[in-house]
């Protein structure tokens, strides 16, 4: 799930070697922290949190393979 | 694909230039034409050559086919990627047998790895194709069933002149309908409704009062086809409706009682 984020998020950005993705797994869940530089959070944000919404999605279909809810949080 | 135009001193420095902004590599890109700048038009500009750099094909498909693969395996599935340039798109399409997974409800996992996609690879560049996903053929059906709907409206349409709304969907699925009933005679299409809930509506051509009683601020934002739906822009209409119930003071109700029916008629158009 980590390496799903970072593996988008480092697609998006312009300086990839900024993204740092941190997750936190519990028993039914997993929250995942993603942080990028301050020039590229809208990039990960998108148009009215259009590309949020859409990793969200996408984490939530590959979580559910895992029978878990997942977090994600874009930390400013 | 449109080339890409670029003020460079360079053919090197310009390729370099596109390479950056769009992150694709050198390879992807080839030079069509490099002319010196007409320096009248570009002023005291320090370019001195204007070049056309064009995307090849081929080498844009492997890279879409490498991202896809690349989101999938790192979702955990395993799949088989096939991408084939049309005219206007890049489709790629995957097989898989974790597919439902892909789709998710209604296509909505689908909508958004095509997002992200589109994002990831042609970034917000409009000169880029769009990358349009399937899998397994899930598009294809919805749009051989959206294909019946519209049909079915179009046929009501033409015989009764009554308009039907369709559900809210996405700007490709709204051109593929007009585009498909705009061949089918005594039938126009149009769409409404604010951005990200717009919908098409399909009506019989001159159909009267369409839209009497329908609030101002819901008309159309005419987006779509502006010169098709000025001619269906129904004020005057209204207007004549109201003129007849003044000229005939003792008909007034039974005029009244047409117009309620009319609108009762216009509210219920899905069934």
């Known amino acids: 799930m980590e390496k799903l984020v970072k593996y988008i998020a480092e697609a998006l950005v312009d300086r990839p070697e900024e993204v740092f993705v941190k997750s936190i797994e519990g028993e039914n869940s997993i929250i995942i922290e993603l942080k990028v530089a301050p020039d590229d959070v809208g990039k990960v944000i998108g148009k009215g949190g259009q590309t949020a919404k859409a990793i969200r999605k996408i984490l939530s279909a590959a979580a559910t393979k895992l029978k878990k809810k997942s977090l994600l949080q874009i930390l400013e | ?271």
Not at chain 2, 133 to 140: F, K, M, S
């Open chain 2, 1 to 271: 694909m449109k080339d890409i135009e670029i003020n460079s001193k360079s053919e090197a420095d310009a390729l370099e230039t596109v390479c950056r902004e769009l992150r694709l590599p050198g390879e992807a890109f080839e030079i069509v034409e490099s002319k010196p700048s007409d320096s009248s038009e570009a002023g005291a500009s320090s370019a001195a050559l204007v070049i056309k750099i064009r995307l090849k094909k081929d080498v844009f498909r492997d890279i879409v086919r490498d991202r896809v693969m690349g989101l999938l395996k790192n979702m955990g599935v395993f799949a088989e990627v096939r991408v084939r340039a049309t005219e206007d798109f890049l489709n790629a399409d995957i097989y898989t047998k974790q597919g439902s997974i892909l789709i998710g409800r209604r296509g909505e996992t689908l909508d958004a790895l095509q997002h992200l996609l589109n994002r990831m690879i042609c970034r917000n560049d409009r000169d880029m194709p769009m990358i349009l996903l399937d899998v397994e053929g899930y598009r294809a059906k919805i749009q051989r069933r959206l294909k019946k709907i519209a049909l079915t409206a179009a046929e009501k349409a033409q015989k009764t002149g009554q308009p039907s709304k369709m559900e809210p969907m996405s700007p490709h699925d709204r051109k593929y309908i007009h585009k498909l009933l705009s061949e089918i005679e005594g039938v126009t299409t149009y769409s409404m409704g604010r951005e990200g809930q717009r919908y098409v509506v399909i009506a019989g051509k001159s159909t009267p009062g369409q839209f009497v009683g329908e609030d101002e601020e819901l008309l159309p934002e005419f987006l779509d086809d502006p010169a098709l739906i000025k001619r269906e822009r129904p004020l005057f209409q209204k207007k004549h409706f109201q003129n007849t119930r003044t000229k005939l003071p003792a008909n007034g109700n039974d005029m009244n009682d047409l117009l309620i029916q009319d609108n009762e008629e216009e509210k219920s158009p899905g069934n």
